[in-house]
Antibody
Framework: QITLKESGPTLVKPTQTLTLTCTFSGFSFSSFGGGVAWIRQPPGKALEWLALIYWDGDKRFSPSLKNRLTITKDTSKNQVVLTMTSMDPVDTATYYC?????????WGQGTLVTVSS | QSVLTQPPSVSAAPGQKVTISCSGSSSNVGNNDVSWYQQVPGTAPKLLIGDNNKRPSGIPDRFSASKSGTSATLGITGLQTGDEADYYCGTWDTILRAWVFGGGTKLTVL
């Protein structure tokens, strides 16, 4: 059974850095040829892809956010970590991690992050 | 403003068929696989149709997808009240070098 779960702060202040962790089970980077992505969804709005890290460490970033994003993986812990700098109220959203194989085939439950002073 | 264009809403009666369109360009829909996701309000998106039009196990064949040129379509037959959800299309954009999603379509089963 494949599961993913996001963890991190629910509230961050403007200008702070957000760090989110995706912990997954049921697959491993070493035996999987795909990647793990971060996707967010502001309240009442559409999905927005942020970043993805492949099994071999290759990374992709949203062009509009790449200067603010870092994505890393810890293969031994089955974790993927996203950091986003200079948080702003417009970054308030539910942040999802998802496995990327032939599509985003498994998703975490999401974590709502509110940016407010 | 989403890169992929979907109608904001569609509706149909139980048992009927509905289609949801996803319009893009040659840099995304026209030359890359399109996937479709269902999101019941308050829950995470769920993959309905993956790349190469494959349905994950557990997804009924009432859900189907097609593509023509720079437009993709999700079809749902035998509508059920449980199909009420938001539906998103997604694909890779070769020029943007990014995964892109449509703005989402809210399906109402009357």
């Amino acid at each position: 059974q494949i599961t993913l779960k996001e963890s991190g702060p629910t509230l961050v202040k403007p200008t702070q850095t957000l760090t989110l962790t995706c912990t997954f089970s049921g697959f491993s980077f070493s035996s999987f040829g795909g990647g793990v992505a971060w996707i967010r969804q502001p309240p009442g709005k559409a999905l927005e892809w942020l970043a993805l890290i492949y099994w071999d460490g290759d990374k992709r970033f949203s062009p509009s956010l790449k200067n603010r994003l870092t994505i890393t993986k810890d293969t031994s812990k089955n974790q993927v970590v996203l950091t986003m700098t200079s948080m702003d109220p417009v970054d308030t959203a539910t942040y999802y991690c998802a496995r990327r194989d032939m599509a985003f085939d498994y998703w975490g439950q999401g974590t709502l992050v509110t940016v407010s002073s | 403003q989403s890169v992929l264009t979907q109608p904001p809403s569609v509706s149909a009666a139980p048992g009927q068929k509905v289609t949801i369109s996803c319009s893009g360009s040659s840099s995304n829909v026209g030359n890359n696989d399109v996937s479709w996701y269902q999101q019941v309000p308050g829950t995470a998106p769920k993959l309905l149709i993956g790349d190469n039009n494959k349905r994950p196990s557990g997804i009924p064949d009432r859900f189907s997808a097609s593509k023509s040129g720079t437009s993709a379509t999700l079809g749902i037959t035998g509508l059920q009240t449980g199909d009420e959800a938001d539906y998103y299309c997604g694909t890779w954009d070769t020029i943007l070098r990014a995964w892109v999603f449509g703005g989402g379509t809210k399906l109402t089963v009357l």
